[in-house]
DNA sequence: TCGAACTTCGAACGACCATTCGGTAGAGTC
DNA sequence: GACTCTACCGAATGGTCGTTCGAAGTTCGA
């Protein structure tokens, strides 16, 4: 059975935020030790409860692997949609987009590195509907731009189907490297892919 | 106990076949199903065995895991060396590893991916070291040339520490789209990479 | 302060799974 | 043709794991 939040408003604060905790929690640990390899006892332990308690927030131990995945992709596509619907100068919104994509990423670490470990998972099964097709529109968004550059500068290789490949690449790989605190800010990062995908325009 | 070939020689090409198939049939059903969540029985069964059949072979299933990573790493390790080995223009060393790598990513597909999912398994163990020291000699290898055209033509963003990262994306997410028989070649894509790198250098 | 709603516990259960091992059939060797 | 090495079988085993559920403790609202 799939449980519920509280239906007092006062205790919703409360239960959203420990919510919140199992899921963070989970996606680092998860991460760490992959998601088959992690016990639901050391699942849980990493967050201070018993492993019945997990079941208070979610229905099984799936179905918080599928929310760590809508946690990850879900703002990611709503904000790059706000960032586009404005017009715009194409390399502009490029660079705007690599740089919210980028803080996104290196912000989501966990979230990350377990939506890339279980890229199987994700891609069958109907409960995997919706990543399925969140991370889609987001790769059409990203290639829609890429379209857009391409035909006013003409100077992405290839129309830009490998230039959008690089990119999801380049980006996606980034988490298997950056440390904040580093020589390089997330900005640094984004501007450089971004800097590298345009390098043959004037600039 | 750990299986050992068979001491008649004129035994030993076949059980080196069929040793090759079990490891190949792994990689491909590991990458599409997940390593942990096939079982032993769907394993062999892909591969005409019965699940005792398995320990003919490995000793254990986390072997043939590690099995599939040397068979991964080794190789392209071996080549990139090779073709290192003699002295050259830096860029075209660059454009000759980047073929290679791409080329033996596509042929190894399954390697790949399974290679990537258990990342973090990887990175733990003594199993594991050969893994990873072939892995981070193969980075340093590409690091050395990449500093090289730094050196030669200083266009690269970074002094090339960003464009390392650039690349090992851009190759590895390759086998998460690329698909052979399509538009592109694997030395397309490849030159497209490199192309990309080098935009900024007179060419 | 009382009762209802909420949160967590943790032992128990049933399912699954990697590995073992005694047995068997066939191929190579003398 | 007998003996040995090789390849594989597949039921049995021991262990692990996700999930359940009744009970206990806690917080809230009246």
Redesign the pocket.
């Known amino acids: 059975?799939q449980p519920s939040?509280?239906?007092?408003?006062?205790?919703?604060a409360?239960?959203d935020r420990?919510r919140e905790l199992v899921v963070d929690t989970a996606a680092r640990v998860f991460a760490e030790r992959g998601y088959?390899?992690?016990?639901?006892?050391?699942?849980?332990e990493a967050m201070?409860?018993?492993?019945?308690?997990?079941?208070?927030?979610f229905?099984?131990?799936?179905h918080l692997l599928i929310e760590i995945c809508d946690q990850l992709m879900d703002p990611l596509l709503e904000q790059a949609r706000e960032l586009l619907a404005p017009d715009g100068a194409p390399d502009e919104q490029l660079r705007a987009l690599v740089r919210l994509w980028v803080a996104h990423v290196v912000e989501h670490r966990g979230h990350m590195l377990v939506f890339q470990q279980e890229r199987h998972l994700i891609e069958r099964g109907d409960e995997w509907r919706n990543v399925r097709d969140s991370r889609k529109q987001f790769e059409r968004l990203v290639a829609g731009v890429l379209e857009r550059v391409h035909r006013e500068d003409a100077v992405l290789p290839d129309d830009g189907r490998l230039a959008l490949a690089a990119l999801l690449g380049m980006v996606n790989h980034t988490v298997q490297w950056y440390r904040p605190g580093g020589r390089l800010t997330p900005l640094d990062v984004a501007d450089g892919y971004v800097d590298l995908l345009l390098a043959r325009s004037a600039r």
């Open positions: 059975m939040p509280p239906t007092r408003p006062a205790l919703r409360r239960y420990r088959d390899q992690t016990s639901v006892q050391e699942l849980t201070g409860l018993a492993s019945g308690g997990l079941y208070h927030y229905e099984s131990k799936q």
